[in-house]
């Protein structure tokens, strides 16, 4: 079985067992942690596709981990100025173990 979450503005095809990283979400490391917003599961019966979500669907996880993401660098030059402006980022995230997908 699978699913289709939605988190974090984006979508993340998800099976039990395995681990995730999204957008950093506010909770503890090791706690449970429920993704209500399900577009769509997948059985051996068929598929489930919501409108826009599957209705009593939910997706448990447990929070492994929080970190933050590579750095990425923005680079802004103003040409015939001789002036630029160097600044970075790193996005805060959060990794996820799926423990069950309910349909």
């Not at 979508?11 to 506010?26: D, F, H, N, P, S």
């Not at 068929?46 to 996880?61: D, F, R, S």
């Not at 933050?68 to 600044?87: A, L, Q």
């Amino acid at each position: 079985m699978y699913a289709i979450v939605e988190t974090g503005g984006k979508q993340y095809r998800v099976v039990e067992g395995a681990k995730i990283t999204v957008e950093k979400l506010t909770a503890d490391a090791g706690s449970q942690v429920a993704l209500e917003k399900v577009l769509l599961v997948g059985e051996e019966g068929g598929l489930k596709v919501g409108a826009p979500y599957v209705e009593g669907a939910k997706v448990t996880c447990e929070v492994v981990e929080h970190l933050r993401g590579p750095k990425v660098i923005v680079f802004h030059k103003w040409r015939r100025n001789d002036s630029h402006k160097k600044t970075g980022h790193r996005q805060d995230l959060t990794t996820l173990k799926i423990t069950s997908i309910q349909a």
